[in-house]
Nanobody, 125 residues
Framework: VQLQASGGGLVQPGGSLRLSCAASRFTLDYYTIGWFRQAPGKEREWVSCLSNTDGVTYYEDSVKGRFTFSRNNAKNTVYLQMDNLKPKDTAVYYC???????????????????WGQGTLVTVSS
């Protein structure tokens, strides 16, 4: 299983970036892909994932309305469109694969089995 993340870079506040995560040696039929990020000096946090049970995309509260998760099954690739970026979005972004992504009570459960390498997103003027 391999996950290749790309698309990071330097962007000004209010700008946009699209991250890609290409999966190889497995198909999206058996795993769901999600995104995490780790800001400097902080713990890694979950950002988004697509449920393979109900088709719902879940987002961490601070990115709702600004980030959009999508996938292209034919290319075995998922994307994270990030709009209206803020300095607090600066982090290394990781894609990861897990058997499932679902909501349990008030928490989204996404426990990766595989991780891709990170791609750095820097939001700064």
């Amino acid at each position: 299983v391999q996950l290749q993340a790309s698309g990071g870079g330097l962007v000004q506040p209010g700008g946009s970036l699209r991250l890609s995560c290409a999966a190889s040696r497995f198909t999206l039929d058996y795993y769901t892909i999600g995104w995490f990020r780790q800001a400097p000096g902080k713990e890694r946090e979950w950002v988004s994932c697509l449920s393979n049970t109900d088709g719902v995309t879940y987002y961490e509260d601070s990115v709702k309305g600004r980030f959009t998760f999508s996938r292209n099954n034919a290319k075995n690739t998922v994307y994270l469109q990030m709009d209206n970026l803020k300095p607090k979005d600066t982090a290394v972004y990781y894609c990861a694969a897990a058997p499932s992504c679902f909501r349990s009570f008030n928490k989204v459960i996404f426990e990766p089995s595989y991780w891709g390498q990170g791609t750095l997103v820097t939001v700064s003027s």
